[in-house]
């Protein structure tokens, strides 16, 4: 891993088409790819499972909007739209496989935009506020390092869609990673306030990872079929990521526990079981405030 590339250079290279928000392709990623069900998938399994994977980047991408214009830097308040956008992106697409798996004649902005908190299944981490800027980048770290070895093995699924849709992602977060942990390390390893408040913040995210890592009844169902991933056989590679990530920054996991603890999957539920917190309603009342009060509008 490395983390001297320049985030802006990253973002103004027209070269490389693989961000959706940057570059000069807008081809369909979707393009070519066979759309339907393998016959021997249970289909409400595969919508749920797309729920997930599509409500993690929706809630992820809404509040990393939410720090555009509050970023120290304008190079990254361009970093973190683009984050947003891509992550966005991925949640067109899952919420559109959700929609055509399940048959209910749902697209993706009736998943987005008419569920009401207890019908999201997206992870807890994802809904988290940030207290302060090293907050979200510890968030981001967590989620990205998580996030990336599950894109790059849902490339192999026996759903085309879910395979596309992976292969594309990994180009995205690949990047998403490495701005969180090029920031973690500048913080880290910086003046003594940035690394206190860094190291407060890896102190508040890093045990709430325990929920990434822990499989749902549908995700175990569907990686025994060749369509999902086993959240479980993620957390080597997480914890190889992180570890390597806190060691340049000068960072220690907290102390009395695995970095992968589990105090969401425990006391306060599971978000893939539709258990949040009250941070998600504020969440969905900013997102769906529009879609609610003009149904059906189109804009």
Not at 27 to 40: E, F, L, N, Q
């Amino acid at each position: 891993m490395s983390f001297d590339d320049d985030a802006y250079g990253a973002l103004t290279d027209h070269d490389d088409d693989s961000r959706w928000a940057y570059g000069t392709g807008f081809a369909d990623p979707m393009a070519g790819v066979p759309t339907a069900v393998p016959d021997d998938v249970d289909r409400a399994d595969l919508a749920a499972y797309c729920l997930m994977l599509g409500d993690d980047v929706l809630v992820m991408s809404h509040r990393l909007q939410q720090w555009v214009t509050r970023a120290p830097e304008l190079e990254d308040e361009l970093a973190l739209a683009n984050i947003g956008l891509d992550l966005l992106g991925q949640a067109r697409l899952l919420l559109t496989r959700a929609g055509e798996a399940e048959g209910a004649g749902r697209d993706e902005d009736a998943l987005a935009y008419l569920r009401d908190p207890a019908g999201f299944r997206n992870v807890r981490l994802a809904e988290r506020a940030d207290a302060d800027f090293a907050y979200l980048l510890a968030r981001l770290l967590v989620f990205s390092c998580w996030r990336l070895p599950l894109l790059d093995r849902l490339v192999a699924s026996r759903d085309p869609v879910l395979a596309a849709i992976g292969a594309k992602g990994v180009k995205e977060v690949t990047y998403h990673r490495e701005y969180a942990a090029q920031w973690v390390v500048r913080l880290g390893d910086g003046t003594d306030l940035s690394h206190r408040r860094m190291q407060a913040a890896i102190d508040a995210v890093l045990p709430t990872a325990g929920e990434l890592f822990r499989p749902h009844e549908v995700e175990s169902r569907l990686a025994a079929a060749g369509v999902a991933v086993d959240p479980a056989a993620l957390r080597p590679e997480f914890d190889e990521a992180i570890t390597q990530v806190l060691d340049a920054a000068t960072l220690s996991a907290p102390a009395g526990g695995e970095v992968s603890g589990g105090e969401m999957a425990g006391r306060a539920g599971r978000g893939r079981d539709g258990i949040h917190g009250p941070e998600l309603t504020e969440i969905l009342a900013e997102m769906q405030e529009l879609a609610r009060a003009l149904p059906g509008g189109v804009w």
